[in-house]
T-cell receptor, first 116, second 108 residues
Framework: GAVVSQHPSWVICKSGTSVKIECRSLDFQATTMFWYRQFPKQSLMLMATSNEGSKATYEQGVEKDKFLINHASLTLSTLTVTSAHPEDSSFYIC????????????FGPGTRLTVL | EDQVTQSPEALRLQEGESSSLNCSYT??????LFWYRQDPGKGPEFLFTLYSAGEEKEKERLKATLTKKESFLHITAPKPEDSATYLC?????????FGKGTTLSVSS
């Protein structure tokens, strides 16, 4: 149980284009989903937290107009990187949590974004 | 400021050579301490949750313990397949705060 999927697993795009990444909880309903970014040899940095049907809460320094998050249902959240630039190239990982805020988060396999 | 520090950054072991990884934390109001394993190019895989000092949890060759200031991940008789980066995270509020991880390499 507690499986989280992401799609695509990797994407290459041109500078200025937009990219959408999907995150799905396959066997449980996620009341809260999280989006992280991880640079090489660095730890995970939380970008935003989203609850189903509500606007996402962004961490300080994360541009909400650039990283659009939609949590459309209890099993699906999407992250859209708008007008991507090379500095947005990174490993994006989502996680999902069910029920209590004390519960563990389960992570997706990640999406490698490369912007040319 | 909430903070998580892991040591060592990297650890090389021979197969069967037991050791421990450290995670020290400073957080106001600990709601849980989590250990994850991350393989290269993959998302973190959940290992353990610890909630209170004195608590211990085990899974195969891994054992996690918790005190009021730090947590240890003990690896007993490791195998090459245990090679990975081990991440520690604490829950402060709604968010997880991650340490930078310990990269473990086990050679046969």
């Amino acid at each position: 149980g507690a499986v989280v999927s992401q799609h695509p697993s990797w994407v290459i795009c041109k500078s200025g284009t937009s990219v959408k990444i999907e995150c799905r909880s396959l066997d449980f309903q996620a009341t809260t989903m999280f989006w992280y970014r991880q640079f090489p040899k660095q730890s995970l940095m939380l970008m935003a937290t989203s609850n189903e049907g509500s606007k996402a809460t962004y961490e300080q320094g994360v541009e909400k107009d650039k990283f659009l998050i939609n949590h459309a249902s209890l099993t699906l959240s999407t992250l859209t990187v708008t007008s991507a630039h090379p500095e947005d190239s990174s490993f994006y990982i989502c996680s999902a949590r069910t029920g209590s805020a004390y519960n563990e988060q389960f992570f997706g396999p990640g999406t490698r974004l490369t912007v040319l | 400021e909430d903070q998580v520090t892991q040591s060592p950054e990297a650890l090389r072991l021979q197969e069967g050579e037991s050791s421990s990884l450290n995670c020290s934390y400073t957080v106001s109001g600990l709601r849980g301490l989590f250990w994850y394993r991350q393989d290269p190019g993959k998302g973190p895989e959940f290992l353990f949750t610890l909630y209170s000092a004195g608590e211990e949890k085990e899974k195969e060759r891994l054992k996690a313990t918790l005190t009021k200031k730090e947590s240890f991940l003990h690896i007993t008789a490791p195998k090459p397949e245990d090679s990975a980066t081990y991440l520690c995270a604490v829950q402060a509020g709604a968010a997880l705060i991650f340490g930078k991880g310990t990269t473990l390499s086990v050679s046969s």
